[in-house]
């Protein structure tokens, strides 16, 4: 059977405290289009700025998601994502009057009662998954962290965490169907250690935490002058327990509550996919960083998949966007290392770039006399040239910088390139540029075959004056 999207019925709105912040903020569900997917908009800020909640957005993931699109951010947005995408709803617009989403409960059960308080609608068109086609995964060997991704028919998550604790062990939690996260998963609650929280506090966070919002673990006993201590730090006196474990003996809401909160934050950084999941999920020792590391792949993959439908059409007769001056003027090359001859078509994310490869080109004397083919790398050079005028047309004075790579990864190659062939240079960035670093995709084309593809990090430099 064939699923639609969907979205709310209504709009509805929550109040509550920023866990880091401590802000009072209001956070309102709205209905949204079809093929939206879920945006953040902060109604607080001039102009009411709206963020993509996309994985290419994420700018800190230390102590919770955070977004950032322009000048606008917004913070702690996992547990919010998570609701959402837990009851399988794909388009909606979340208005927030504050940095931070609410924290509630410390999970995500507030919000889902909420937004099945306002019911749903269905849209016209289908539910557009992401098909997972061949293991994605992300790992630190440093930190013992893997996640990986499989082709599945639906989703699934298996999460392992271990802190090296004896109170809390190794812990497993599992969701093998979406229709189960409102009852087994969006209670669980985060946690934190004791030991953690006065670092916490003197670096200016969990403002708004509290024992109704987080499990505090305690490794071992404490002298009961130091849980008055650091009670005293957070305004929060009358906790009088000292014995190891939950500090004020807090019931835990499921046996392995903080493997189930660990799977409820996959949840909500998986949404920065972008759509819903066919795929089974195995986590072992997942964090934020590794969440939407994973969920910034798995959309490169999609972007190329996408991509790879997608062969540009060549109109000799069409002008070009940049000659062959307009790119001297812009790259530091010359003849005979200049290797695109024209750009026919720009925009932010993606050029394309002609190459017209005649038999005067000097390396065929000896690539091969006998049987010439334009060489691999530089058909790679070439591709990068074409990505250098896409990066540099997004900086104000092209002419200052130069594009340097500093990794190919993922090349194949497919066919030869000989004289005669005109090759399209297509690149598109795969991650938005930051701090001179940029990601890109390329694909090379010739009589609309590819012929080349890889993927491509390059450094942006100021030259040397």
Known sequence: MIEKQRTLAKEVSLKGKGLHSGLTVTITFKPAPANHGYKFCRVDLPGKPVIDALAENVTDTSRGTTLAQGDASVATIEHVLAALHGLQVDNALIELDGPEAPIMGGGSWSFTQVIKEAGYIEHKEDRNYYQVKQKVAFSDEEHGVDLIVYPDDHLSINVLIDYNSKILGNQYAILDHIEDFEEEISRSRTFVFFHELEPLHNMGLIKGGDLDNAIVILEKEVDQ?????????????????????????????????????????????????????????????????????????????????????????????????????????????????????????????????????????????????????????????????????????????????????????????????VPGDTVILKMEMIEPMRRGIVAMYGQAFVHNKLVVEGEMIAQVIKNKI
Not at 304 to 320: G, H, M, R, T, V
Not at 324 to 353: A, M, Q, T, W, Y
Not at 364 to 369: A, D, I, K, L, M
Not at 377 to 401: K, M, R, S
């Open 225 to 417: 002058h130091e849980i008055d201590r650091i009670a005293k730090l957070f305004n929060r006196p009358g906790i009088n327990t000292h014995k190891a474990g939950i500090l004020n003996n807090t019931e835990l809401r499921y046996p392995n509550e903080p493997a189930r909160h660990k799977l409820l934050d996959i949840m909500g950084d998986l949404a920065l996919v972008g759509h819903p999941i066919k795929g089974k999920v195995v986590a072992t020792r997942p964090g934020h960083y590794a969440n939407t590391r994973l969920a910034k792949l798995m959309r490169q993959e999609m972007k190329k998949s996408l991509s790879k439908k997608s062969i540009p059409f060549y109109d000799p007769a069409e002008p070009p966007v940049f000659t062959i001056e307009d790119i001297k003027k812009r790259l530091p090359h010359r003849p005979p290392f200049l290797l695109v001859d024209k750009i026919i078509s720009l925009d932010e994310n993606c050029v394309i770039g002609i190459k017209n490869v005649s038999y005067n080109e000097p390396f065929f004397q000896g690539h091969f006399p006998d049987e010439p083919v334009m060489p691999g790398v530089l058909l790679v050079e070439a591709l990068a040239q074409t990505g250098g005028l896409l990066v540099l047309a997004n900086i104000e004075d092209p002419e200052n910088y130069s594009t340097y790579f500093l990794k190919i990864d993922k090349l194949k190659f497919k066919q030869k390139v």
